[in-house]
Nanobody, 126 residues
């Protein structure tokens, strides 16, 4: 059973940085995609960025204006989301998700993903 565990969230001041980690275990395929999503109460889960197993990245709508960077360490089965210049509107629960994926461009829609982590809270406030 594929399991995802996020970590790295917390409280940060505006302009600060955080690096989220998503550790995957139980992967049974070499071809997969992992995406980062975020959600605030009362709103739909929003795609942030995704990466496939060979490192192709899809930055959904570039809504983070280049402030967020997704990367991966295959040796550790871990995907990272580096978030810089965080702003209060970035406050949300951040989730990572995984799915078997053989196409080049990884998906950024939540319904494309079948496995989800428990989420990690990111709060940006002074």
């Amino acid at each position: 059973q594929l399991q995802l565990v996020e970590s790295g969230g917390g409280l940060v001041q505006p302009g600060g940085s955080l690096r989220l980690s998503c550790a995957a275990s139980g992967l049974t395929s070499d071809s997969y995609a992992i995406g980062w999503f975020r959600q605030v109460p009362g709103k739909e889960r929003e795609g942030v960025s995704s990466i496939n197993s060979i490192g192709v990245v899809n930055d959904y709508a570039n809504s983070n204006q280049g402030r967020f960077t997704i990367s991966r360490d295959n040796s550790r089965n871990t995907v990272f989301l580096q978030m810089n210049n965080l702003q209060p509107e970035d406050t949300a629960v951040y989730f990572c998700a995984a799915t078997a994926w053989t196409k080049l461009i990884p998906p950024v829609r939540a319904h494309s993903y079948h496995y989800w982590g428990q989420g990690t809270q990111v709060t940006v406030s002074s």
